[in-house]
Every structure is written in structure tokens, then in C-alpha cells.
């Protein structure tokens, strides 16, 4: 069902070197349409740092990203944006004073084709392209449940919800990708469960490809098809869930000396 | 017909502010005229320079310099073509063409130095733009002084006396309509995006350098007219008028009125010019006086008087609230 077609994310051999440190090493991704894979790994693992190789935050050091087919290296992140790989981030950066529809707007705004001078003459492309965009980013809100806090100011929101907010506009970018940074941190058993569930709806509603940080290993390894794990900047694991879990390597990095039992999770099941 | 209305539209306030300042141009003697004229000089520059430092969150300093850029290009445009009479138009019509180029020119060349200071310092993050406007401004200053076209030190005088209050206000709507339709467009929209979290800006698919660059030279733009309305004011242009002083004062307006308010930056423009003509004695104390009054509202009201607020955002949401309780 999921992994057909031809890669809309890939990375070759990508490298990020700061100074003499070798954050990411060779990292290795092939991101087909509908796919849902994990990335994990202990902290500084380099889960983030090959985020932000892949949105264009950093330039790799070598390797090559690819996306849908065209190279992205040293694309800056709105150019990214731009060829379909949206993100959110570990910690939410919304835009905190303006409202949970602006939030969304502006990130409908990189299709726009009217520039300033329609806005200022007040023209009927400007008018037809300000409606597209409400239109557009009310139906976001809508796929993320946030419609009742549309004219809410982003930083009165729950944080819960600031974390919907956040994937709400990443989705408005029309993408073709969707990284999502630990987006279920901070919440708790239940919460992460019903994220989760949205998450898929969402990858089905708008086929898309997801690839997500995550730190809780069950919520991980129950929801993606793929799981790629990190230690030190080299990917140490690559595979299904159950294989990866069994490997004694990601056993030794992630998990210590093994003796944790790891169970598939259930819904609204108590905290690990 | 359809065309007829939205033409109608997107000039109304223009054609809605024209009788009123006939009016007042009519009303006023000229000492009042003078004061209504530095009035419109002074929001202008503070609402052009809100949409640098309120909506992009960026922080400039120099905003004299571009003020004087457009001055100084208005006045050698009045001036070397004063004698010229443009064929089939009366005296009076071809001087009001001739002052409506020179103010166009005079925004286009300020633009253009917007666009020399932009593109170096806005690539980067930070204060940079601060230092950097903050050099321009002397250095545009210094040159001025050194060259003879542009009269040194004594500057240029004898400049016909061509600004009045509808010009000046004219200046005033035109600045107003601009910042206003900015802010409720996606192209406003993203300066403020940049303005909240330059990162986020970036990764939302807003091409943070393009329109931080924009937005700094159609500021710079309306600075250049606001030099351009004055001078033909005062009928003379001399390097001193634009200042670091001048820049500070502006950048006062801007704070106290509240960052990204285009109200807050009228009324705090409107109430400083008035205040400044009344202490006008106190002249030499003035940096004392701003310092004082920055210091105050820092203590009391950190956002600004009015703070991101708009009049025509609370005007509909008061009358709800009296809708609601009758």
C-alpha cells in the first residue's frame, strides 16, 4: 500500500560537519509517497541536525538531498518550502502574536502571485487571492480541529493545540513532504495517541510522504512503517519496526543494556 | 462600470481627503500652515519607518538620510527647471507637474538608496542594519557638506515654495493608504511573520531577505518624499536638517506610538511636532526631553502607547461591546 512510486525526499550521503565535529554522517533516506517513518535516537543523536540538512536550515558539508527528483543542497528554506518539504519544529515557533488564522495565512502565502502593488490599488486579483487564502487556511484549521480558536491569538493557545497550530500551517505550504520535529512532546498518553491518529488521517487525506522525530520508542514503533535510528550522526539501523527493535545495536544505543520491555501501544494507555 | 467602482475604490481616500484639505488650506494663515505642514512631514516619516521597525521588526536608524536623498533631488529638479513652462499648460498647472515629478523623482532616488543599503545589511540577522543605517546616515550627510552642486554646508536656497497643506496631506494619505493596505495584505502578512520568528518565516516558504529588502525601500521611498514636501516647505535644504538628531526623533515617534501601529506612529508624530513647536525655547534640550519620555513610557507602557493596536480595529469592537450591553 504505502513506499510506491518514486522517492519525494531522498538523501545521499548527506554530512554536516561543524569545526572538527561530524554531526551527521552519511545519512542515507529514500522517502516514497504515503510513507510514515520514524527517525529516533538518543539525544544528539542528530535527529535534528539531519532536519535541518533536509529544510535547507543548514547546507550539507557533502551528499546530496534530492527533492522530488530536483537537487535541493544549499537551497535556502523558503526555496525548499517551495519544491514541498514543510516542517515544524522540537520547540513550537509560532508566530506568538498574531492569531491562529495569520498563522495559517502566511503560510499560504508562498503560491500568492500578487505582489504589492495590487495589494495597495486594491485590485480584483488581490481580492480574489486574499479569498483564496482565507478560504485555504480555514480549511486547514478545520483538518487540524482548530476552528474554534481561529481568531485566538497563536500564544494564548493550550500547548497541545499550539502543536496542532504548528502542523496546521506547515500544511497550508501544500507539501509533498511533511517533517515533523518531536511533534508530540510535552503531551501525554492519550494526547499522543490522538495526535498520532490525525497524523495518519492527514498522510491518507493528502498522500503525503511524513517522516517524524520522535522520543517515546512505543508511539514510534507502533505508528511508522519504517524506522531509521540515529547514534553519534550515523544511522545505525534501518527497517521495520519489529526488526529494528530486535536489533541488538539499537538495543545497545537507545535502550541501554536491554532489559526494557517494550510493548505496542494501546489506546489511552497509561505512561511508560 | 464594474471597472468605474473598483478605480473609485482603490482612490477613495484620496478623493474623500481632498475637499477637507482645501479647506483647511483655505483656513489656515501661514503660520498654522507651517505647523499642519511638519505635522504631515513627521507622520509621514514615522508611519514609513513603522513598516521597517513595527511590521518587520527590523531596526533602523538612518531614516534622515533618505529623507535627505529625496530633498536634495526634489530641490536641484525645482530649481533647474524653475523657469521651464511645460507647453499647453498654464503657470500655475505646469509648476504643480514639475513639483509632482520632483517629489516622484525624489522617491525613486531615495528608493534606490534604500536598495544600496538594503541588500548588504539585510542578509544578515541582528542589529546590522542599525550600525549600517546608522553610517549611512553620516556618510550621506558628509558628502553633501563636500560638494559643491549641492551647495556644501549652506546648502540650497531660494527653492520655490510649492508645499501646502493638500500637498503635505496628500503625502500624508498616500503614506496612511500604503502602510494601512500593506498590513491587511499577504504581503504585509509576511513582514509581520518575519517580525515574529525569522526562522519560522523561512520555513512557512517567505523569502525573508526579498521582502525584508522591499520593505525597507518602499520605507526609504516615503522618507525621500517627507524631505522633498518639506524643503519646497521652508524653501531651503541644508545638510544639518537631516541629522542623527532627525533620524532619533523619528525612531521616538515610531516607539512611543507603539511598534506596528500606524495609529500609535500618527498621533505620537502629531502630539511631538505640536509639543517641539511649543518648546520650540527648549530647543537644545530636546534629546533630553525625548530621552525622558522613552525612559517614562519604557516604565510604564513597554509597547508603545498604543502598542500593536489599530483606531479602525477598536472603533468597530467598542460599538459591539455598546451593541451587546443596550
Known amino acids: ?272 | 462600470m464594474g471597472r468605474a467602482r473598483l478605480v473609485l475604490r482603490s482612490v477613495a481616500p484620496f478623493l474623500l481627503s481632498l475637499p477637507v484639505l482645501w479647506l483647511l488650506q483655505r483656513a489656515s494663515p501661514p503660520d498654522v500652515s507651517i505647523v499642519l505642514v511638519s505635522i504631515a512631514v513627521n507622520v509621514i516619516l514615522a508611519v514609513s519607518l513603522n513598516v521597517v521597525n513595527g511590521f518587520t521588526g527590523q531596526f533602523s536608524i538612518g531614516h534622515a538620510a533618505f529623507m535627505a536623498v529625496g530633498a536634495y533631488t526634489a530641490a536641484l529638479l525645482t530649481t533647474g527647471l524653475a523657469d521651464v513652462q511645460l507647453l499647453g499648460l498654464g503657470e500655475g498647472a505646469s509648476d504643480g507637474v514639475i513639483f509632482l515629478l520632483a517629489l516622484v523623482a525624489g522617491m525613486a532616488s531615495a528608493s534606490l538608496a534604500g536598495l544600496a543599503v538594503g541588500i548588504p545589511s539585510l542578509r544578515l540577522r541582528g542589529d546590522y542594519l542599525a550600525i549600517v543605517t546608522l553610517g549611512f546616515g553620516e556618510i550621506i550627510r558628509v558628502v553633501i557638506e563636500n560638494t559643491r552642486a549641492l551647495g556644501q554646508a549652506t546648502g540650497i536656497s531660494g527653492l520655490p515654495a510649492h508645499t501646502n497643506v493638500i500637498w503635505a496631506g496628500m503625502g500624508v494619505v498616500a503614506t496612511v493608504v500604503m502602510a494601512r493596505r500593506l498590513l491587511l495584505s499577504t504581503q504585509g502578512r509576511a513582514l509581520l511573520a518575519i517580525r515574529e520568528d525569522e526562522v519560522a518565516a523561512e520555513a512557512m516558504g517567505v523569502d525573508t531577505v526579498g521582502w525584508k529588502v522591499r520593505a525597507f525601500v518602499i520605507s526609504a521611498a516615503f522618507a525621500g518624499l517627507a524631505g522633498a514636501l518639506l524643503v519646497h516647505k521652508i524653501q531651503l535644504v541644508t545638510p544639518r536638517m537631516f541629522t542623527f538628531v532627525k533620524s532619533m526623533e523619528v525612531v521616538v515617534m515610531v516607539v512611543l506610538g507603539g511598534m506596528g501601529s500606524i495609529t500609535g506612529s500618527i498621533v505620537a508624530a502629531t502630539v511631538l511636532t505640536v509639543a517641539l513647536e511649543w518648546l520650540r525655547g527648549l530647543d537644545q534640550y530636546r534629546m533630553v526631553i525625548f530621552s525622558m519620555l522613552l525612559i517614562v513610557l519604557m516604565l510604564t507602557r513597554p509597547t508603545g502607547i498604543f502598542g500593536t493596536r489599530e483606531i479602525w480595529e477598536a472603533v468597530p469592537r467598542w460599538l459591539r461591546r455598546r451593541g451587546g450591553a443596550a
Open chain 1, 1 to 272: 500500500m504505502s513506499g510506491a512510486g518514486e522517492p519525494v525526499l531522498e538523501a545521499r550521503g548527506v554530512t554536516m560537519r561543524f569545526g572538527g565535529l561530524t554531526a551527521l554522517g552519511g545519512f542515507d533516506l529514500a522517502l516514497r509517497p504515503g510513507e510514515l517513518v520514524g527517525l529516533i535516537g538518543p539525544n544528539g543523536a542528530g535527529k535534528t541536525t539531519a532536519f535541518n540538512a533536509l529544510t535547507g536550515v543548514y547546507a550539507p558539508s557533502e551528499g546530496e538531498v534530492r527533492v522530488c527528483g530536483q537537487r535541493a543542497n544549499g537551497l535556502r528554506p523558503h526555496r525548499i518550502c517551495a519544491l514541498g518539504v514543510a516542517r515544524t519544529f522540537q520547540n513550537v515557533r509560532l508566530f506568538k502574536e498574531l492569531t491562529a488564522f495569520d498563522n495559517v495565512r502566511i503560510a499560504c502565502h508562498a503560491g500568492s502571485r500578487s505582489g504589492f502593488t495590487s495589494a495597495w490599488l486594491l485590485t480584483p486579483t488581490h481580492d480574489a487571492e486574499e479569498r483564496r487564502i482565507a478560504e485555504r487556511a480555514d480549511a486547514f484549521l478545520a483538518v487540524m480541529e482548530l476552528s474554534h480558536r481561529r481568531d485566538e491569538l497563536a500564544r494564548n493557545l493550550p500547548y497541545g493545540e499550539q502543536r496542532r497550530l504548528e502542523i496546521a500551517r506547515a500544511l497550508a505550504t501544500g507539501p509533498r513532504v511533511l517533517c515533523l520535529d518531536e511533534p508530540a512532546a510535552g503531551m501525554n498518553a492519550s494526547e499522543k495517541v490522538a495526535l498520532l491518529e490525525l497524523i495518519r488521517t492527514v498522510r491518507d487525506r493528502f498522500s503525503l510522504a511524513i517522516l517524524v522525530i520522535e522520543h517515546d520508542m512505543r508511539l514510534v514503533l507502533g505508528v511508522s512503517e519504517r524506522v531509521l535510528v540515529l547514534d553519534h550522526g550515523v544511522t545505525i539501523a534501518h527497517g521495520r519496526p519489529e526488526e529494528v527493535r530486535r536489533d541488538p545495536k539499537v538495543i545497545e544505543a537507545y535502550l541501554g543494556d536491554g532489559k526494557l520491555k517494550l510493548r505496542p501501544p494501546r489506546a489511552g494507555g497509561g505512561a511508560g
